[in-house]
């Protein structure tokens, strides 16, 4: 090796994968459907009837209390629910995680049961509030069972998670059942943010705000996913950094959950997307899942109004049905990519 | 300096590090051999912090690893553990970059680029900085986790069999390489080696291990005697002087 005297190199070869054109791209297509999700709907709202200013301004009243707090809800939901699966993975280490294949969602529903039994009146915050305690508890649960069931597999993980999952669900169907409350258990467990207005959706923001508590911690979150050893070895605090992670899931699950219910698949799909495209340095991931994600949920939901028009489809089925295929489309890749 | 002080570390009632006491990390390499299971990975993790002792203490230049802070003796100190699996999706220059922590936090500076750049250089990995590291042979892989150690720019650096997964050549780049480190950077380099003739070779101490012990602490030269070797490996090493050179001969 006659490395002595290293010449600073030409980058010739890309340091990493760039994919500015793809960025710009996505960027766009953001922006045309979120324009595209304020104007469809039963009542009209377009450009020209707010332009027109017409009679008395029902367009505009539309517009501000229900239509783009719709948006905006389903941009925040969207990208933190796939910053969220990112986090997941890169806590587990391992590409089939996300908070409903870990039981988080459903200790979170559980949470939220619990709340509507026992302080019915309970205001939106401190909903948020346990399920959001409830999630943690299912996160660390999840995190400890997997280090205890040494799982040689990493398809095996997620099986564990849904193993959880079932239990905790079945118990709170059981009491959901008991206590006659199945119907609100239905409808969290059904995604749709057709009930989103003003002044009941902004808990999505603190959602929104984890993924800039995500992307300032990407680093820590990247020597994470290298493992503990490694973690160790450049000074950083792993559990510390696990918590942190562990809290971030936690809360957007929470504040997804009860701003519009279950959302599948999103945090599975989007960041194994993203890990193909650039990888999985957090840093760079970020940008990419939280726009990918925001897209497709954006899209679904647009499905969803209008592919039974005047009717509303829950949200939560275009994506379980669109977040399959994508993930079976994974799979067969990796398999063919045969590592 | 490292320095152990009676430490102990037991597994389910297995005493593995048996009440060591030895100081070691001093200028130049120094080569740690043993058969397996002698406790050497286990020393390397007391000495990082990775696994607690059930007795003693262990300290880097003074500082006992228990209780300094972990920042401050990342930048001290590098361990490169024996298997290293990384499932994430990283680049070469993403895994070197992440050598730096420890200096930077996340915030790269115009130093720590040179470094990174240098220990990429180094281990002439240039060509490969923008693949994935599932996308490397596992020699070429290797080389990209001695460059993240290399970046990392410590005074102690440990390395765990380093010479695993690298072909004739490569080990013998690799160990070159690791008395350049030495001689050139001033680094103080600790090597767990299986081949005895790259200890002798490379090294200018041999510690060496059983069950727990350390059974010879030696400039190399010293260790390279059938007897020595013998008591080591509880197998009979022949060693012969080649060119001025001590080689053992174990091959059968
Ligand atoms: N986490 C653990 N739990 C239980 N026993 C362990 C653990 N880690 C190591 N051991 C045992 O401790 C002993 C020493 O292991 P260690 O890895 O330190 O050996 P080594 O000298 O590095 O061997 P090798 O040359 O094979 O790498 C072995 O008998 C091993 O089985
Ligand atoms: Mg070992």
């Known amino acids: 090796m006659t490395a002595l005297h290293p010449q600073p190199t030409s980058t010739s070869t890309p340091a990493r994968p760039r994919r500015t054109g793809a960025g710009v791209l996505v960027g766009v297509l953001l922006a045309v459907l979120a324009v595209a999700s304020l104007f469809i709907g039963v009542s009209d709202v377009s450009p020209v009837s707010l332009l027109s200013g017409d009679s008395d301004g029902t367009a505009a009243f539309l517009l501000v209390a229900s239509r783009i707090p719709r948006t905006v809800a389903l941009v925040l939901a969207g990208a933190s629910l796939g910053i969220a699966g990112l986090i997941m993975q890169m806590l587990v280490r391992n590409k089939f995680v996300e908070p409903s294949t870990t039981g988080v969602t459903e200790f979170a529903t559980l949470g939220m049961l619990g709340t509507t039994v026992v302080v019915p009146g309970m205001a939106v915050v401190g909903k948020t509030a346990v399920a959001a305690v409830f999630g943690l508890v299912g996160t660390w649960v999840f995190l400890r069972v997997v280090r205890a069931v040494p799982v040689r597999q990493l398809v095996l993980v997620p099986l564990v998670g849904i193993m959880l999952g079932g239990v905790v669900g079945a118990v709170t169907t059981f009491f959901a059942y008991r206590l006659d409350l199945l119907q609100s258990l239905m409808q969290w467990s059904q995604g749709s943010f057709a009930g989103v207005m003003q002044g009941r959706y902004e808990f999505v923001w603190i959602a929104g705000a984890m993924v800039v508590v995500a992307w300032v911690a990407a680093d820590r979150f990247s020597v994470i996913g290298l493992g503990e050893e490694f973690a160790t070895n450049l000074g950083l605090d792993f559990r510390r950094v696990v918590a942190v992670g562990m809290v971030v899931v936690a809360v957007i699950t929470a504040a997804v959950l009860v701003t519009a219910g279950l959302i599948p698949f999103l945090g599975l799909v989007v960041p194994n997307v993203v890990s193909l495209l650039i990888g999985d340095n957090v840093r760079r991931a970020i940008p990419w899942v939280a726009v990918l994600g925001a897209v497709l949920v954006v899209a679904c939901d647009i499905v969803a109004r209008t592919v039974r028009f005047p009717y509303e489809i829950p949200l939560s089925v275009v994506v379980g049905v669109v977040g399959a295929v994508l993930f079976l489309w994974l799979l067969l890749r990796r398999r063919s990519r045969a590592h | ?252």
């Open chain 2, 1 to 252: 300096m490292i320095a152990l002080e009676g430490v102990t570390k037991r597994y389910a009632g297995q005493t593995v590090v048996d009440d060591v006491s030895i100081s070691f990390g001093g200028e130049g390499v120094t080569a740690l051999i043993g058969p397996n299971g002698a406790g050497k990975s286990t020393l390397f993790g007391l000495v990082g912090r990775l696994v607690r002792p059930d007795a003693g203490r262990v300290t880097v230049d003074g500082l006992d690893v228990a209780t300094t802070s972990s920042q401050e003796l990342a930048r001290r100190l590098a361990v490169l553990r024996q298997d290293n699996h990384v499932a994430a999706r990283l680049t070469v220059h993403d895994l070197v970059e992440f050598g730096r922590f420890p200096h930077s936090r996340g915030r790269l500076t115009v130093a720590d680029r040179e470094h990174i750049e240098r220990a990429i250089a180094y281990l002439e990995l240039d060509a490969y900085r923008g693949r994935f590291l599932d996308e490397l042979s596992g020699g070429q892989r290797q080389r990209a986790f001695i460059a993240m150690v290399l970046a990392q720019d410590t005074e102690y650096v440990l390395l765990d069999e380093p010479l695993n997964n690298l072909d004739l050549r490569h080990m013998t780049e690799i160990m070159r390489l690791v008395r350049e480190m030495a001689d050139q950077l001033g680094k103080r380099v600790v090597t767990v080696l299986h081949d005895v003739n790259f200890a002798a070779t490379y090294a200018d101490r041999i510690v060496a291990m059983r069950e727990g012990r350390v059974v010879a602490d030696a400039p190399a030269r010293e260790v390279m005697r059938p007897e020595v070797l013998a008591a080591v490996y509880d197998t009979t090493v022949d060693v012969r002087e080649i060119d001025g050179r001590p080689v053992a001969l174990y091959y059968g």
